[in-house]
């Protein structure tokens, strides 16, 4: 389904009051633990984040790393931002669109995103930005949903998609690991324990 950036920003700046609330149940029982595990694999001086939204990564930030982190929705940005003031945290927050990144080349020692690129209207120009700010050997670090490899299931996520995207922005059905692999990374690597619909992927440049 064909929506606009502006459209799916609109979306998350209404939803950015809540969203927290709204994923309360799912982050408990299963995605901090991936977080976690995600953000350890976190190397290097300076990284950046992608999406960060209302800063549920903040927790898992390098203590000893340069952070930058980015939005493209003005009210998710602006509950990171008092999530930073409470937790007293030194990470610098930009608004900016991963598909139009406005740092130089060869910049960052990893760039990390979770649960973004199902929101990126053109996924693989967001990931080519990413690779030209990575130093290179640095790293793409991504938690991301994905298509079902399940027939049945893919096919349902396909029907659904268009009702998710005009309630909450994200696509359910986005193949997030041919559009890493479409980009000129040197290697990429899917954890071994990720689940069919939940990838943790490392690419590295």
């Not at 809540?18 to 290097?44: P, T």
């Not at 929705?73 to 930073?84: G, T, V, Y």
Request: glycine share 6%; proline share 5%.
């Amino acid at each position: 389904m064909s929506v606009s950036g502006d459209q799916i920003r609109r979306r998350y700046d209404r939803l950015a009051p809540w969203f927290d609330s709204l994923e309360g149940f799912l982050e408990g029982l299963i995605f901090r633990r991936l977080r976690k595990k995600l953000w350890a694999l976190a190397e290097g001086r300076h990284i950046l984040e992608v999406g960060v939204g209302t800063g549920k990564n903040f927790n898992f930030y390098p203590p000893d790393a340069r952070m930058t982190a980015i939005d493209f929705s003005p009210k998710m940005l602006e509950q990171a931002k008092r999530k930073r003031a409470r937790k007293q945290l030194d990470v610098h927050l930009d608004l900016i669109d991963v598909q139009s990144l406005c740092y130089a080349d060869n910049s960052f020692d990893t760039v990390v995103a979770s649960f973004v690129f199902c929101s990126v209207p053109q996924p693989r120009k967001g990931l080519k930005e990413i690779y030209r700010v990575l130093k290179p050997g640095g790293q793409l670090l991504l938690l991301e949903h994905v298509l079902s490899s399940n027939k049945f299931m893919a096919a349902l996520m396909n029907l659904l998609n268009p009702l998710v995207v005009r309630l909450v922005g994200a696509n359910i059905n986005r193949q997030t690991v041919k559009n890493v692999q479409a980009c000129p990374f040197r290697s990429i690597f899917i954890d071994p324990s990720s689940s069919d619909m939940l990838k943790l992927i490392r690419a590295v440049k």
